[in-house]
């Protein structure tokens, strides 16, 4: 069983940063950040593997850049220039072959 555990989300201006952490239970190939908004479709928003091939929803590439710490387990999403379009609950993610595994959600909310 896989738990995740997202932290760093808040409430900032249109063009600001935040930087987003998620510490997992253990070592997983594949991990990344969906995000939901009221009222859209759930959006994936980045993936990185242990390797560091990442892979970036074109509406966050240039601004938002995925990494991680594999001795750490934690996955990070750096988030600059956001927009208010980018106001949403993130989900840090583990993908495994059999089950996706959801980390509790941290909001992000980018004023105008």
């Known amino acids: 069983q896989v738990q995740l555990v997202e932290s760093g989300g808040g409430l900032v201006q249109a063009g600001g940063s935040l930087r987003l952490s998620c510490a997992a239970s253990?070592?997983?190939?594949?991990m990344g950040w969906y995000r939901q908004a009221p009222g859209r479709q759930r959006e994936l928003v980045a993936t990185?593997?242990?390797?560091?091939?990442?892979n970036y929803a074109d509406s966050v590439k240039g601004r938002f850049t995925i990494s991680r710490d594999n001795a750490k387990n934690t996955v990070y999403l750096q988030m600059n220039s956001l927009k208010p379009d980018d106001t949403a609950v993130y989900y840090c993610?583990?993908?495994?072959?059999?089950?996706?595994?959801w980390g509790q959600g941290t909001q992000v909310t980018v004023s105008s």
């Open positions: 993610n583990a993908f495994t072959p059999g089950i996706l595994f």
């Open positions: 990185i593997t242990t390797g560091g091939t990442t």
């Open positions: 253990g070592s997983i190939f594949r």
